[in-house]
């Protein structure tokens, strides 16, 4: 049996704002599916946000005994640096910790969540 990626389920504690933010900084179409906000690219991937009354935002990188990230979402971009500032503007914050040297930025969403911004 094959499968394909149907959705992609992020927990949060603000589900709209979160829904706005990816909207914002991806230029994702705005929706609503299963009662959930949600965003979906041209190509069909689908982000639903879930707000969560106990959500814990991740830690990065990992601290033993802390919410860990579960997973991060990579995008490539033409330029990292555009990219990091819009993201900047949106609300999202730069990771202390950085890995990628000139090849990828980690950011944090306004909830916590990892993700990279990367070079094509």
Known sequence: MEAILGNVMVDCNDET???NF???LLGWEKCVLFGRPA???SGGVVFLFTGEEDYVPP???EE????QKQMHFDFQV?????????AEALGAVKAAAQFGGGQFVTMLDPAGHPFCLCRK
């Open 64 to 67: 033993k005994g802390k919410q």
């Open 22 to 24: 990816y909207a914002e």
């Open 17 to 19: 704002e979160l829904q």
């Open 59 to 61: 830690v990065w990188p």
């Open 78 to 86: 033409e330029n990292v640096p555009e990219a990091v500032k819009k």
């Open 39 to 41: 965003v979906r690219s």
